[in-house]
């Protein structure tokens, strides 16, 4: 039987992806679950300013590029997909034909080739349709799979999916007529990175913890970058919602295909009592009605959004651990844990009955962590970084 050849290289720098733009850009179009994270323009801007650890196994069937994985590989015994803020969502670009045993078989050789000593590699923010899960799942090979959140979205279908629900939009209503009667009414334009920034300095995050984007220079350059080339496609996004001179909310997204990833969403702490993040965005939603649109998608699973019913698909993450002594070590320790884990929870509920106000665990408040919401403001919703 004749078996069938590929042909591997590393693309080592931002610069050098310039060199497989074109075929890159095609590979995008028709690879597994085709979304913004496959796309040439964010993987550009991610390794030049984000993450520039990061490397791209490429991989050719004759002169196609059927794949292309993403990798940091500088951690010699500890492997890496793409793992910042800005990266809710990651994956490989694999064409759907090319998504067999063999395939995975070459991964393995030149992540070996090029990481001799590797012993895991973690692959983090997978959606369940991703090109590594469904590859992982045609193969026996040592992995752990664990949920690490969801992906909100929702869906154009003419239906209800860029509606908000009954309940939500007559809270909605009436907060906007409030707000209306109290400052006036509000009005939407165009706008760019600048105009988003001046909101998310009053953001509720930048004050409280000096998180957003304002402070965050590196993010800033990577959607400056990010804006500047889907702009020239009229693919971009930064939609201000003002009162007179005063803005008071921003979005930013971007379009590709036909999904749009709503990425940013921020406002003025003042106008919070009024729900202007949760008035824009029901914007949004009704001009992503008049596009040719199948999607928006917040790329997050933000607790906030359950109001608003969107669908949800889990997110992943994986780790595939090398056929080695500690490679299998490693997984042999991971599969305890797992195991373990109801008993510890268990016991921990156990201490808590016995002891309600010891504390069984850390407290660690997170980047989505939100004061309780006051209770005139029940449509709250900040992403504001």
Sequence with gaps: ????????????????????????????????????????????????????????????????????????LTQTKSLRGPACNETPLADMLLDPNHCTPELFTVLVQELTRHAPQWRTLKLSNLPENSAWLTMIALVKWPSHREQSGTNAYFRNDGDEGLNPPKKLKRNLTRLHRRLTDQYGEPTLCAGDLNDYLSVNQHSWKQLNSRTGLVSDEQARTFYESLLSSYGLSDRAWVSIMKIGDVAISAQLGLRYGRCFSLLKITYHEDFAAFGVGSQHLWKALEWAQTQPLDTVNLTTGPGWADRWHPDRRPVYELCLYRKSLFGYGNYGFEKIKTRLRPLKKAIQAGIRRVHPNVSTSSVHRGHHDRPVHRADAPTRCDSGS
Aim: negative net charge; glycine residues 4%; aromatic residues 12%.
């Design 1 to 72: 039987m004749k078996q069938t050849v590929y042909h591997t290289g590393l693309v080592c720098t931002g610069s050098a992806l310039m060199d497989i733009k074109q075929e890159w850009c095609e590979l995008s179009t028709r690879c597994i679950d085709a979304s913004l994270h496959h796309d040439w323009y964010w993987h550009h801007a991610l390794s030049v300013y984000l993450s520039r650890n990061i490397q791209y196994l490429t991989i050719r069937f004759g002169t196609t590029l059927i794949a292309v994985v993403p990798l940091d």
